[in-house]
Each structure stands twice: as structure tokens, then as C-alpha cells.
């Protein structure tokens, strides 16, 4: 891809070899076309060469507020700054379940796992 710094190319070139199919997620760009981001402000995403891009995939639909948000940003760092992982049950846990419940009608709990077969063999 034109512009492409030699660092860019280096790391791209790492990315084949470390992970599977060059990439870290569902993306799979014709090699002309691949890039690895750095950073993001709403809509646009800058790579490591510094050439900008329009986000057409949003991270798959989550980023509805776009990258870096203010309001998304401050409250993880607030949260974050509280503690960042607890295995034990915890306040904000507590809370998000009763809001889970409440808005599906059908569900009368919730379990946070980390894992895709944890709530398999939980159930």
C-alpha cells in the first residue's frame, strides 16, 4: 500500500507470522490493502503510518458512539480507577444483572463468564 512506513511494513510482515492469517480479528484485506490501525477519534481511524481512514466496520457494530468517545472514555477510566478485575462478586456486577433482568423479560438471572463454554457447562 503507498504511504506505508518501513515500521508499518515490519510489523505487518510480524503479523503473518504471529497470527493466524496475518490479522486479529474477522479482517482480511488483499495485501495491497492491509494496514494496522493505531488509533481512533469517532469515525476515522489513523494507521502506524499516520495516513487516516473513514471506519466503515466500527468494530462490527459495537462502536455506535465512534472511537474515543468523551462520555465512553471518562466512565471506563472512572471505572477502571475503582479496580480493574474482580473474580469476587462486586457492586457493579450486582447492578448490571438487575438492569440485564429487567430489561429482558424472560430472564430471571445472569452469569458474567470469560470464557464462550462457561456458560455452557453452567447451565
Not at 18 to 45: C, M, Q, V
Not at 54 to 60: C, E, V
Request: include cysteine.
Amino acid at each position: 500500500m503507498a504511504g506505508q512506513s518501513l515500521y508499518e511494513q515490519e510489523l505487518l510482515a510480524k503479523a503473518s507470522k504471529y497470527l493466524p492469517g496475518g490479522n486479529g480479528g474477522n479482517t482480511n484485506f488483499p495485501d495491497d490493502l492491509k494496514f494496522l490501525a493505531r488509533e481512533g477519534l469517532g469515525s476515522h481511524i489513523w494507521d502506524v503510518s499516520g495516513n487516516e481512514y473513514i471506519d466503515w466496520l466500527m468494530g462490527s457494530g459495537p462502536m455506535i458512539l465512534g472511537h474515543a468517545h468523551q462520555a465512553v472514555t471518562q466512565a471506563v477510566l472512572e471505572a477502571v480507577s475503582q479496580g480493574s478485575t474482580f473474580f469476587a462478586t462486586n457492586e457493579r456486577s450486582v447492578l448490571l444483572a438487575e438492569e440485564l433482568c429487567a430489561a429482558v423479560p424472560c430472564a430471571e438471572q445472569v452469569r458474567f463468564t470469560t470464557a464462550v463454554l462457561t456458560p455452557v457447562s453452567n447451565a
